[in-house]
């Protein structure tokens, strides 16, 4: 499985940017999703999950109300909007897939990862 994530940018607070993460392989409808996130000096840490069926959707408390996380099946796509955007959402923004039968929000679930986008949030 190679994921290949972008939609990263410098954007000002309170501004919107939609991360898309595109999965290789004909099984994506099968895998867990999800985006992580990692700011310099700090422990790469969970923002938001999907599943695989039914997708019910997971959010970090930091960013309830502000991310919604989605997938596109037939584009093999996973995207993240973010809104609202703060400066201590700075961060490279990872996306990952868990292609195992369960269900995590454990970033050791994972075993896919993307090479991240860096999304850069200024005050």
């Known amino acids: 499985v190679q994921l290949q994530a972008s939609g990263g940018g410098l954007v000002q607070a309170g501004a919107s940017l939609r991360l898309s993460c595109a999965a290789s392989?004909?099984?994506?409808?099968?895998?867990?999703m999800a985006w992580f996130r990692q700011a310099p000096g700090k422990e790469r840490e969970f923002v938001s999950a999907i599943r695989r069926n039914p997708t019910n959707t997971y959010y970090a408390d930091s960013v309830k109300g502000r991310f919604t996380i989605s997938r596109d099946n037939a584009k093999n796509t996973v995207y993240l909007q973010m809104s609202s955007l703060k400066p201590e959402d700075t961060a490279v923004y990872y996306c990952?897939?868990?292609?195992?039968?369960?269900?995590?929000?454990?970033?050791?679930?994972?075993?896919?990862w993307g090479q991240g986008t860096l999304v850069t949030v200024s005050s």
């Open positions: 990952a897939a868990d292609t195992s039968l369960t269900f995590s929000t454990n970033r050791y679930a994972y075993d896919y």
């Open positions: 392989g004909r099984t994506f409808i099968s895998y867990n």
